[in-house]
């Protein structure tokens, strides 16, 4: 009876045995084991779960960066129209009262003497600054300077055991690199957030222009006494760190620092439809705010440079027209009489492709390599001219706004006029916007037109008129007649026309 029961076990075993090679031949048949001979490199795990994985540690950065940072809180006085009853909403005439309003915004301590870096359009308009540190105490605050062009501004406290944060090098910096944002978001306190480099090098953002809003909605995003969103001064010198570390109102002036928790920029604006954050933020590079903060400490000002060239970041429109052997750089459109570009000797059409042996890209990463250095300073500039590259030492000189090129002189003698963009005073005085005056009528366009010196200039062929590089750049669009609406010298509206 056993020997019945074993012998059924065996053949159940045999069949199922048969039964599974089958099987295994059916769906393996065909492949191979490949043996290979001497060392094999081993598989490595890049993910999470990796032993050698390591995440990224803040919490050096944030606690060195913390207690650098500052509230800024600003109070300012208004004007206001408004009524002091009803029955006079609807009989009488509104008057004006002056009304208090408080904004707020972040700083960062530079120093043991108190000097603390921010945004301008955080301080703009205050009647009275005050400064709460992170272990509480609550100062006042004075102004050293501000410099609108960059939105850089000094405040100073007065205080002992202050812990300030070290300016480090932007230019280090890499896209994908770590850093920390930090500040006063919402008027919260001591707020870290993290993210990654998105970009450097960005410009024409219009962040620091007088309208303020463009279509992907940059904002400054210091909040203003009137509890709005600031928009920027005119003319500013952009070149930004973009980063997707979260940044909202109340951020600006704050820190953005490195895993070492240097201050390698000065939070200033995001990108936004809603006016809080909602995937980039922008920083000013700390080789800007360096040089800006240093000077203002010094001069009560910032010393600005130029090389001497006008010209725009290479584009593939660019390329194409002017056949050059390069796609990324800055084209030389015209140079500056007299300027340290010229002496050098930059030719039109020339790309600049580097600074100091540091890439150049763009318009703005130009002005960012520019932005550290004072008049006087020589640097060393490489240009593709027609796919060589050719070194040049130039001798930086003072920015002194509007200066005559040299395809611009003949431009000039064939109009006969000398201009100067009118003063902010004048324009109040005028009440007007923008304009330029012609300061000397020499024979030429204007001077057959019948233009006399002193008149102002606000309108060619309807398009407004607010510097003198406006006026050449309207009329060389130009094809038919011009049409020059402007203020004479008795202050009433004149214009000319010349075909």
Request: glycine share 12%; net charge neutral.
């Amino acid at each position: 009876m056993n020997s019945k029961r074993i012998l059924g076990t065996l053949l159940i075993a045999i069949v199922g045995s048969l039964i599974g090679i089958g099987i295994y031949s059916r769906f393996d048949h065909g492949k191979t084991i490949i043996v290979q001979k001497g060392p094999s490199a081993p598989i490595q795990n890049t993910g999470l779960n990796s032993p050698t994985y390591s995440a990224p540690d803040f919490r050096l950065a944030a606690e060195k960066s913390v207690h650098a940072v500052v509230h800024v809180k600003v109070v300012s006085q208004v004007k206001q129209l408004g009524y002091d009853s009803p029955m006079d909403y609807f009989f009488g005439n509104p008057r004006t009262f002056n009304r208090e309003m408080t904004g707020f915004g972040s700083g960062v301590i530079i120093d043991q003497e108190g000097h603390i870096v921010t945004n301008n359009h955080v301080i703009d308009g205050s009647n009275s600054i005050e400064v709460t540190l992170n272990d509480g105490r609550i100062l006042k605050a004075e102004v050293v300077g501000r410099d609108p062009q960059t939105d850089i501004a000094v405040i100073k406290i007065k205080a002992d055991n202050l812990q300030s944060l070290a300016f480090g090098n932007s230019n280090d910096l890499q896209v994908g690199d770590w850093v920390l944002a930090v500040g006063n978001p919402f008027n919260l306190t001591s707020t870290v957030t993290a993210g990654i480099v998105s970009a450097k090098g960005r410009w024409e953002l219009d962040i620091l222009s007088k309208d303020g809003r463009t279509p992907n909605q940059l904002r400054g995003q210091g909040q203003n006494p009137r509890g709005q969103t600031l928009n920027q001064p005119k003319s500013g010198i952009e070149s930004f760190i973009q980063t997707d570390a979260a940044v909202n109102p109340g951020n600006s002036g704050g820190a953005l620092v490195n895993l070492n928790g240097e201050l390698i920029g000065i939070n200033t604006a995001i990108a936004s439809q809603t006016g809080s954050y909602t995937g980039y933020s922008f920083a000013i590079p700390a080789t800007i705010a360096r040089k800006a903060v240093s000077d203002i400490i010094e001069f009560g000002e910032v010393k600005r440079v130029i090389i001497g060239i006008q010209g725009g970041t290479v584009v593939p429109e660019t390329v194409e027209k002017e056949n050059l052997k390069v796609n990324k750089g800055v084209y030389v459109l015209d140079i500056t009489l007299d300027g340290g570009a010229q002496k050098a000797g930059l030719k039109s059409g020339d790309v600049i492709v580097a600074l100091d042996g540091v890439k150049i890209n763009s318009m703005g990463e130009l002005q960012e390599q520019l932005a550290p250095h004072r008049p006087g300073e020589k640097v060393m500039v490489t240009v593709n001219r027609k796919g060589d590259e050719k070194d040049f030492e130039i001798t930086l000189k003072t920015a002194t706004g509007e200066s005559k090129t040299v395809g611009a002189s003949e431009f000039w003698a064939y109009l006969g006029a000398d201009l100067e963009k009118v003063s902010d005073k004048d324009l109040e005085k005028l009440n007007i916007n923008g304009g330029v005056r012609v300061t000397k009528i020499h024979e030429g366009k204007f001077k057959s037109a019948g233009i006399p010196e002193g008149f102002v200039i606000t309108n060619i062929n309807r398009a407004e008129v607010n510097d003198v590089q406006d006026v050449k750049a309207i009329i060389e669009r130009i094809t038919g007649g011009v049409f020059i609406e402007g203020v004479g010298t008795d202050g009433k509206n004149d214009y000319y026309f010349r075909k």
